[in-house]
């Protein structure tokens, strides 16, 4: 039978290395890592390789603790599970439960939210080997960062300490190094950029991390400090960014034993693209590593390149992904820096009534209605309170985070988030000059810069469109939201896959199939799931003040601009002649100079779009949510 090639490589990372990456190509095997007395493993999440991996230095160090006396034991301390869950762990390790129970109790807990099932072989072996393995959930549990956002860090370390998660001395400190690693976790920036100033954007979250990464390292410590561990040896499982470059958990477990330093090793894992080489055993690697090892050069002592199927195509997916992100970044940049110049107020004021706009809220948007940029009414649906705190998703110009402000209040806050730094600006600035109580952010819909738990109500018209992984986006929104807090966003989906055979914009490539999104919502844990399909149709039909009629095919002001924007004028214009006050030049600007992302079927590249019908294809809907919960422990919104 053919073996499997091996779809990794053990590098170590010496300090030759990290000038001249060509010493990387010394592999190194699992057992000289395996003998040392504390092994801290850096991991990505559940990627079945790095599990291998772990289960293999797992049991090499039982192997060369065979010789030791009977007492002596491997400890597995577990990122993945808390602290309140040892007794669930010993119940396993003694055979009252199997691991199907195991992995049902711990996701009736979901506190941690881990895939237990995917350890399978680390968890099983130490089951089989009861007298020499023993399981230690490691962190503390998450309710516990959520307290400390919500309360502050003296308040969570009170709480921590009384329960001994924590050393009595624990103040949650960190340096200037460790934030640089930690934003660079959120944002992928180099962390070894030492010219890159540093932003604050991230700081008021990194306690929450420092909190965790001390009750993993409090841990350890007690059981290195046991009058029986002489013989005992260690394997932390943590991920990548509880322990990269000496930070987190090994910071705090050699401030406590500076002298176990030098009985200690570190891995961090790396997925890779790299091609396999089933005769030489591993991956090819190139002569060039350092481009291959960006952020991770010299965070760990050793470092696990694996090539996983997952991963590969994830990589493709996030590449993706990255490039629609830039495109769409780029393309509102252009509308953001002419949202300065008046728009067609009457048109968009009659595009807002269409959508469900009541008076009331045209009237206090005022001017800036033309700016709108949506497919929906979001607020019909969210029925925003005196004194809620809202995050608008995708917040463009900023027309529906003005309207929130108006619903919550001085009392409330409001908080948009957008990918385009340009219409970020914008919105700002308006926002200032009316005196609302709005702040917009730049960010990834993907990975917000927001809390858990700290938002009432989530809006978004528009936005999710152009989201390239659907179900990450929704998986922020039901983050961010406090227990019982409410959702909805307005998006446009395709009923059925779109014919491979045709140029379609990118925001209908990335469009989600109507069918899919109730499954998904739901899955992710929200309750009370409505998908409204009521106002449905791509066609917006608006009457102009001449008793003419103007059909915009799903135009969406911007956000989208992906369908057939021909002026049918009744009996007066011919069919490919469109009127003025929509046409663009070359540029992309209107006759006004204003910048649109798309100019509809006046665009040569997708004209061939006056063709089809729209409203066939696509389906305008509404996605409302609860998350399920009530009067829990929740953050404070730092914006």
Known sequence: MHASPKTWNLLRMTGRALGDPSHLFQNVDISEIAKSRLVIFGEVHAAPAVVAVQHEVQKHMINHISASPQSAKLHVVMEHFSLEMQTMLNRYLNSEIDLSTLAKEY??????????????????????????????????????????????VEVALTAAKEKNYVENTEECESTDEHYRFFESLLTGKDPQDFDRPLSDQFRRMLPAQVLKDASMAHTVNQLISSPSSAEDRILVLCGNGHM????????????????????????????????????????????????????????????????????????????????????TSKAYDGVGSTAHLTGDIKKAVRIMRSLGYSDDEIAYVGTDAYNYQGVGHPHSHAKIQRGEVVLDLGSGL????????????????VCGVDISE??????????????????????????????????????????????????????????????????????????????????????MQVF???????????????????????????????????????????????????????????????????????????????????????????????EHLGNF???????????????????????????
């Open 512 to 606: 989600v199939k109507l069918k899919e999104l109730e499954p998904m919502v739901k899955d992710i844990g929200f309750e009370g799931v409505v998908i409204d399909a009521s106002d449905s149709l791509m066609s917006v039909e608006v009457e102009e003040e001449e008793e003419e009629l103007v059909v915009v095919e799903e135009e969406e002001k911007d956000r989208l601009a992906i369908l057939v924007d021909r002026v049918e004028r009744m009996k007066k214009k011919e069919d490919d002649e469109v009127d003025s006050v929509d046409s663009v030049d070359s540029e992309g600007k209107d006759v006004r100079g204003r910048k649109r992302v798309h100019g509809g079927s006046n665009s040569k590249d997708f």
């Open 613 to 639: 019908d729209m409203n066939e294809l696509c389906a305008r809907v509404v996605v409302i949510g609860r998350k399920p919960g009530g009067g829990d422990v929740v953050s404070k919104c730092p914006y």
């Open 398 to 413: 900023g027309v529906d985070s003005i309207i929130a402000s108006g619903y919550v209040g001085e009392e409330g806050r």
């Open 244 to 327: 990269g470059y000496g930070h987190g958990v090994p910071e705090r477990i050699f401030k406590r034993h500076p002298t176990l330093k030098s009985e200690a090793t570190s891995v961090y894992s790396r997925p890779t693209l790299l091609d396999v080489d089933e005769s030489e055993g591993g991956l090819v690697l190139p002569e060039d590593m350092s481009k291959v090892l960006h952020g991770a050069l010299g965070a760990a002592e050793f470092c696990l390149m694996y090539q996983d199927t997952q991963a590969v195509k994830e990589a493709a997916a996030e590449a993706e992904a990255a490039r629609i992100k830039e495109e």
């Open 107 to 152: 996701h009736d807990i979901g506190t941690e939210g881990h895939d237990v099932d995917a350890y399978k072989e680390v968890l099983e072996f130490a089951r089989e080997n009861p007298q020499r393995c023993v399981l230690h959930g490691g962190f503390i549990p998450r309710t516990y960062a959520r307290t400390l956002m919500r309360d502050g």
């Open 422 to 507: 340009e219409e970020v600006k914008h919105a700002t600035l308006r926002a200032h000059e009316r005196g609302a109580n709005v702040r917009f952010i730049h960010g990834d819909l993907e990975q917000l810069p927001i809390p858990d738990s700290c938002i009432d109500v989530v809006i978004s018209n528009g936005a999710f469109c152009l989201v390239p992984n659907k179900r990450r986006g929704f998986e922020e929104a039901y983050r961010v939201l406090k227990p019982g807090g409410r959702m909805v966003v307005c998006t446009s989906t395709v009923k059925e896959d779109l014919p491979e055979d045709i140029k379609w914009p990118v925001c």
